[in-house]
Structures are given as C-alpha cells and as structure tokens.
C-alpha cells in the first residue's frame, strides 16, 4: 500500500515537472528571446598568430621580452602580476644581473614591516619577490579608476576563452572606436555610458579601461623593433601567455613524446601479434 502510494506520488511529480519542462522548451520554440545588443555586435578575437600556437608551438624569447617590457611601460601601472616572480624572468632570456636590476629598479616597493618600529613600509624588489600591486587594496584600486577593479593579468590569457588572441584584440588598433549607427538604432539603450569605452570585442561592449596602447612607438623596443600599435598588442598578449603557462613548451614536448611512443607501441604490438599467431590457419 505504501509502494503504491509512493509511486503515485512520484508519478504525478514527474507528470507535472514533464508538463513545465515542455511549456518552457515550447515557449523558447514558438517565441524565442529577442537578441541582444552583445550577441548581435560583440566581435570573436582576431588571430594573433602567436609562435606558441599550435600543438608545436614554442615561445619566440624576443617577443616575451618586448611584451614584457609593454607590461612594465604601459600595463604595470594598473594591472598586477602577483603569481610571477622577478626570478621568473630568466625563462625570457634574462641572466642573473639583469634579474637584479629589474627588480631593483622596479617603480613599486616590495610592501614590508619596519623591525624597529613595526610600522609598515617598503622595501626594493629582490628576484625572489613577486611583482607588486600597484594599489595598496581593492579599495585604492577602485578609487583611483573610476570605481572599476583592474584585474591580475597573471592567468588572464586562460581565464578568457582564446586568451592570447582576446589580449590582442581587446587592446588592438581596431578594439577602441565609436558606437556603431546600426547598434544605436536597433538598440537605443545601448548606449555606452560615461566613463565607459565602446569595445565589441569586450563581453558586454563597454569596457572601463581608457585605449592603453594609444599610438604607435608608445614604447621603444630595446632589440629595435618597430613599435606599431598591432605589435605591441600582439607582444604583450605574447607575454601574458608565458605568464598562464609558462611550461606550455615542456607539456606540447611531453604531448608529442606520449604520442610518439603510443605510435611505435602500437606498431611493436602488432608485430607481436603477427609473430605469436603467424602459423595459426584462419
């Protein structure tokens, strides 16, 4: 008698749980959701081309440098890097002393505690350090960028999806430019509010950050590369690859090794199965 009840009871769940899904698939069938300003006008990133590319990909030492060196002029001022150490840097290219002098020379002090006193103070960047925040606390960073939080740009290129090339692109020579006529027209309450700055390769179009790359030769190339708007986007999106995965070349050989000794296993283990059955008649 309780079975019984029981499976009535459940029954009549499914029944009606079955009749609400189909209302709601019907309802999205015969009257689907208008669309969107971001799904009609957010762009896909564009292609960098990044030499990491590609399941052969390897780092290009000279562009990691230079997108460093954009990061230094240009991001640091913002943005934070507080999963990579100045030490980090020798997987660029850099040796010990030049190690040193990055990190002695960096503009932001090392946050620390005065012994003496117990004051808090700073103190210069050694290589063991990780990079500074250029704010003191969220609320110094929202305070100094128009309520907006910079974000850390350590594991920026794997928190968005297509990382290296959505860097490239949000700040690119085509990112930053006026609403489109058609965008106004179609949705007049798009428009992108003060103190906002259209993108459409931004999720939602309006994006809190000013243009940071703003005209070509912003930053002066130590190798002497021709410091272009498109290079300097395509170099630190270079960078900030490194910085999500600075074993990417270890892990495609590792990938490549596995495959390749899968391959000969296979070829091994049919030889095997060739020699152990050659003299039974099918």
């Known amino acids: 008698m309780v079975r019984g009840i029981a499976f009535l009871v459940g029954a009549a769940f499914t029944f009606v749980l079955a009749i609400a899904l189909w209302g709601s698939v019907s309802g999205l069938i015969s009257e689907p959701p208008a669309p969107t300003a971001e799904e009609e006008f957010h762009l896909h990133p564009k292609p960098a081309h990044l030499a990491s590319d590609g399941i052969f990909g390897r780092f290009d030492r000279r562009q990691l440098q230079r997108?460093?060196?954009?990061?230094?002029?240009?991001?640091?001022?913002?943005?934070?890097?507080?999963?990579?150490?100045?030490r980090d840097l020798k997987d660029l290219g850099y040796n010990d002393p030049e190690l040193k002098a990055i990190a002695n020379q960096w503009v932001i002090e090392q946050p620390s505690i005065n012994p003496e006193t117990g004051e808090a103070t700073t103190r210069k960047n050694v290589p063991a350090d990780r990079f500074p925040s250029p704010f003191a606390n969220e609320v110094a960073a929202r305070a100094a960028n128009n309520n907006a939080l910079?974000?850390?740009?350590?594991?920026?290129a794997k928190a968005r999806h297509d990382g290296g090339n959505y860097i490239y692109s949000l700040i690119g020579p085509d990112a930053y430019r006026p609403q489109p006529a058609e965008l106004l027209r179609k949705f007049p309450d798009a428009k992108t509010p003060t103190g906002l700055h259209y993108n459409p390769y931004f999720a939602n179009l309006n994006i809190a950050m000013p243009p940071p790359l703003t005209q070509d030769g912003q930053v002066q190339y130590a190798d002497g590369t021709l410091a272009s708007r498109d290079q300097m986007a395509k170099d630190v999106a270079a960078f900030l690859t490194w910085t999500a995965e600075p074993k990417l070349e270890s892990r495609h050989a590792a990938g490549i090794g596995a495959f390749v000794f899968i391959l000969i296993f296979c070829f091994l283990a049919w030889g095997a199965y060739q020699n152990v059955w050659r003299d039974v008649k099918h």
């Open 150 to 156: 910079p974000p850390d740009l350590s594991l920026m």
């Open 67 to 86: 997108g460093f060196q954009v990061y230094k002029e240009v991001c640091a001022a913002c943005h934070s890097l507080r999963l990579v150490a100045f």
